[in-house]
């Protein structure tokens, strides 16, 4: 069974960091690109950054490009969201997903990253 | 950059069929997804590759994508139903890009 459980959100600080993370399980890791996407309260789906199975291709949104870092560990089965100079309209609840093939075909539940003074 | 357009909300009675639309320029051309999404809850696939259904999702839902529309459509609509869905293409210039939702409530 694939499981996707993220971790590390909370309530930082405008211009703060925040690390989160997102651990794996029920598939060949490395294989397969991963991917997050946010939701802010009460709002839509925005794809936020998507890595590559072998970690060397990644892709922002504009949104955070040059902001937000993606990168995973295939020893540990592990994907992370490195946020940092966070803004008020970064707030949302931030999913990792993995990718299908240009689809995301499992979730995890999400984790809330609140920017607030 | 791809951009699409989903109505915001449809109504539907029990047993009835849900039909929701997603638009974009020749979206006919590519791929699409759908997801729907309760209230607290992760989106979960239900249509990819315009109509493949993954393991788990019920015959009723079904999905097309033609010229400027893709369509997902719930046929014998249950109250467990009820939720917002979400259209998704990938585009070389955009990566994935989502539709606003769709909130479908059962009467």
């Known amino acids: 069974e694939v499981q996707l459980l993220e971790s590390g959100g909370g309530l930082v600080l405008p211009g703060g960091s925040l690390r989160l993370s997102c651990a794996v399980s029920?598939?060949?890791?490395?294989?397969?690109?991963m991917v997050w996407v946010r939701q802010a309260p009460g709002k839509g789906l925005e794809w936020v950054s998507v890595?590559?199975?072998?970690?060397?291709?990644?892709y922002y949104a504009d949104s955070v490009r040059g902001r937000f870092t993606i990168s995973r560990d295939t020893s540990k089965n592990m994907l992370y969201l490195e946020m940092n100079g966070l803004r008020a309209e970064d707030t949302a609840v931030y999913y990792c997903?993995?990718?299908?093939?240009?689809?995301?075909?499992?979730w995890g539940q999400g984790t809330l990253v609140t920017v607030s003074s | 950059s791809f951009v699409l357009t989903q109505s915001p909300s449809v109504s539907v009675a029990p047993g009835k069929t849900a039909t929701i639309t997603c638009g974009g320029h020749?979206?006919?051309?590519?791929?699409v997804s759908w997801y729907q999404q309760k209230p607290g809850q992760a989106p979960v696939l239900v249509i990819y590759?315009?109509?493949d259904r993954p393991s788990g999702i019920p015959e009723r839902f079904s999905g097309s994508n033609s010229g400027n529309t893709a369509t997902l459509t719930i046929s014998r609509v249950e109250a467990g139903d009820e939720a917002d869905y979400y259209c998704?293409?990938?585009?070389?210039?955009?990566?994935?890009?989502f539709g606003p939702g769709t909130t479908v409530t059962v009467l």
């Open positions: 029920g598939f060949t890791f490395r294989t397969y690109a």
């Open positions: 590759f315009d109509g």
């Open positions: 998704q293409v990938w585009d070389s210039t955009s990566d994935y890009v």
């Open positions: 997903a993995k990718d299908g093939g240009q689809y995301m075909d499992h």
């Open positions: 020749r979206i006919g051309s590519t791929s």
């Open positions: 890595i590559s199975g072998h970690g060397d291709d990644t």
